[in-house]
């Protein structure tokens, strides 16, 4: 199966201005959006941890507060924490350098 990938129109009508911050408790080495459900980004630690933020709230926000002019509250970054992420114990002991989204339908070896 071929995922198609594209160019998000949300992400590029505001490719210029720093919109949201992604926060991790390591250095993120690799990041990906997902292929269909461009609000989740996974990413690969430093420390071996793999995290996963959803932005779709933040999405909203940045569309509501688009048409208004309170330039005050448009140029404050908003810091998105992580919604899930993988226990340090139980995590890759080295380095996440690539990271990939399985197809929905992946049933496994």
């Given at each position: 199966?071929?995922?198609?990938l594209?160019?998000?129109?949300?992400f590029l009508?505001?490719?210029?201005?720093?919109?949201?911050?992604l926060?991790s408790?390591?250095?993120?080495?690799s990041?990906?959006?997902h292929?269909?459900?461009?609000?989740?980004?996974?990413?690969?630690?430093?420390?071996?941890?793999?995290?996963?933020?959803?932005?779709?709230?933040?999405?909203?926000?940045?569309f509501?507060?688009e048409?208004e002019?309170?330039?005050?509250?448009?140029?404050?970054?908003?810091?998105?924490?992580?919604?899930?992420i993988?226990?340090?114990?139980?995590?890759?002991?080295?380095?996440?350098?690539d990271?990939?989204?399985?197809?929905?339908?992946?049933?496994?070896?």
């Amino acid at each position: 199966m071929r995922w198609k990938l594209g160019v998000d129109p949300f992400f590029l009508s505001f490719s210029l201005l720093l919109q949201f911050v992604l926060e991790s408790p390591s250095d993120v080495m690799s990041l990906k959006f997902h292929p269909s459900k461009t609000e989740y980004i996974i990413g690969g630690c430093y420390n071996g941890q793999v995290i996963l933020w959803d932005t779709g709230s933040v999405q909203e926000y940045i569309f509501r507060k688009e048409g208004e002019d309170d330039e005050k509250e448009l140029s404050a970054t908003t810091i998105i924490r992580h919604t899930l992420i993988s226990a340090v114990d139980i995590s890759h002991n080295m380095i996440v350098s690539d990271i990939v989204w399985l197809p929905e339908k992946y049933e496994g070896p």
